[in-house]
């Protein structure tokens, strides 16, 4: 069964840090880019930052320099590490496999004082 399911969203404080993670089953992962996206209320989902299959990364503009993205292929695992979180990154973020069409259900992410 192809499965990806997100964790380790929830609430932070402006500034605050949290990593999510993501599990991927019935994929070939370790062949595949592996991204997250993301969709704030109101707003088109868009593209936060990829991983390759060797780990070359690359991200949004709008992120840059506090979201870090990274794998695991033994484990089939993606993170993103969030740093500097902004009310602005308030969101569903979106763990997914592009090139397959592929997405998790998605997980809260709110800033929030």
């Known amino acids: 069964q192809v499965q990806l399911v997100e964790s380790g969203g929830g609430l932070v404080q402006p500034g605050g840090s949290l990593t999510l993670s993501c599990v991927a089953s019935?994929?070939?992962?370790?062949?595949?880019?592996m991204a997250w996206y993301r969709q704030a209320p109101g707003k088109q989902r868009e593209w936060v930052a990829l991983?390759?299959?060797?780990?070359?990364?690359t991200s949004a503009d709008s992120v840059k320099g506090r979201f870090t993205i990274s794998r695991d292929n033994a484990k089939n695992m993606v993170y993103l590490q969030m740093n500097s979180i902004e009310p602005e990154d308030t969101a569903v973020y979106y763990c997914?496999?592009?090139?397959?069409?592929?997405w998790g259900h998605g997980i809260q992410v709110t800033a929030s004082s």
């Open positions: 019935g994929i070939s992962f370790s062949l595949l880019n």
């Open positions: 997914g496999a592009p090139s397959r069409d592929l």
């Open positions: 991983v390759t299959p060797g780990s070359g990364t």
